[in-house]
RNA sequence: UAAGUAAAUUGCCUUAUCGCUGUUUCGAUUUAUUGAGAUGGAGGAAAGUCCGGACACCGUAGUGCAACAUAGUGGCUAAUAACCACCAGCCGUGAGGUUAGGAAAAGUGCAACAGAAAGUAUAUACAGGUCAUGCUGUAGUGAAACCAGGUAAACUCUAUGUGGUGCAAUGUCAUGUAUACCAACGUUUGAGGGCGGCACGCUCGAUUGUUGGAGGGUAGGCAGCUAAAGUGUAUUGGUAACAAUGCACGCAGAUAAAUGAUAAGGGUUACGCUUUUUGCGUGAUACAGAAUCCGGCUUAUAGAUUUACUUAGAUA
RNA sequence: CGGGGUGUAGCGUAGCCCGGUUAUCGCGCCACGUUUGGGACGUGGAGGCCGCAGGUUCGAAUCCUGCCACCCCGA
């Protein structure tokens, strides 16, 4: 797997996005919220992560465009490390929930605790 | 030199590494993926959605009323309530700014306080006049006091205009679900429904039979989709908005939504130190992200630049 | 893409249609009284440029226009 985020490993079926809210599971390191479920799609890619920032925090579309960015720069550098492994196809979406906008360095750090916390929650039962 | 008025322009750059996305060429597997190469990839407001169109569909897109909008004159435009010019009113010493700027002699209403009185009223005081009388003038109140008064961003009248819905329009493809659907003809003969709000008018039509056809919704793919009232520039016509002609260019198309991240260097500018230039340090580098496409309006915006003009002062 | 509504004192509201004293009521706040003290109660008071900017008018919270913020609805 190299440093790619193309349109494959997007998250982008609207039924599937319904699913994983309504019965995935959610692990969060403020300001990341990770929401996943296990599941089973066509693609061959293991895991389709989308990227979401919610406009009640970030009012104009720049502020959003720039933190969306900023996290699937990070998600395409780090996922290599974690997500090589898995045995099951997985469905992501992370959240930015913070109310400031944040430097790279920050979303980095944040977001390989929350690959951590994530791993720990799967290989452990319950 | 200072203060100001109006108009216009611009909206940081380069390199490296790793990525995203459209188009295209070649190769591979194989019929939708992959590899390599080439090439394109946010704005002056892309924003608000306030006006006007293009384009698409709806076949009663008919009539009348209602409703809404507009309101000096002329021009311009695909079109407009925008834009340009001129006239008039108001504001400003001025350059300039600003105005929903038709009708009060069709009718209805309204006018606090003050005042005798705010539209069927004429009181009081003074002066004048008359046989006599609000018959005449002045004063005082008020924004307005008899004059066919004021007020129409009060109802209204006049003139002009407006069919509706919007690219989630609309067309099409395949998968699964499903027979609930539609059309024609015949019978029955009118419950009820539809056509933006009402009336007229138009139209569908409960049940049953025959024949024929495929229809509907959900999520998705493709088309619509970007070559256009196009952009730049020059000339000509016009006071101007704008128009015509020549030349050049060929200019984003995403869809849980691309146009990015990091590093280095350089611009521009503010402040401090040094102070002749200059150098060093610390900051600042805005507002903001296409979603069918255009024309205008409105709002946000660090900083920089240009042009014309006004007023005041100084010098010649 | 289209449609609708709201904005008045710290909070919640009336007045807006149909213009006329810089504006109503309740809770809260302040002072005084009452009480040994507090609460409750009583009396008095402060607090508003009616979201912002223009316009119409003699006069605007109210009418008109343009903005801003928030909320809701339809495809």
């Known amino acids: 797997m ?16 319904d699913q994983l809210f309504s019965e995935g599971q959610s692990v969060s390191v403020y300001p990341l919220r990770l929401v996943f479920l296990n599941t089973t799609h066509n693609d061959e890619t293991s895991v389709k992560t989308g990227i979401s920032v919610s406009k009640r925090n970030f009012k104009t ?5 720039r933190i969306k960015r900023l996290l699937r720069e990070v998600y395409r550098l780090n996922k290599d490390s974690y997500f090589n492994n898995l045995t099951t196809q997985y ?3 992370i959240l ?11 979303i980095e750090m944040k977001m390989n605790n929350l690959f951590e916390k994530f791993s720990k929650k799967v290989s452990s039962p319950n």
Do not use: C, H
């Not at 190299?2 to 599937?16: C, G, H, Q, R, V």
């Not at 579309?61 to 465009?65: G, L, S």
């Open 91 to 93: 469905a992501f979406m």
């Open 96 to 106: 930015y929930i913070g109310k400031e906008k944040p430097t790279l360095a920050q």
């Open 2 to 17: 190299a440093f790619t985020y193309s349109k494959k490993e997007k998250l982008k079926s609207k039924k599937l996005i």
């Open 61 to 65: 579309a720049v502020d959003r465009n």
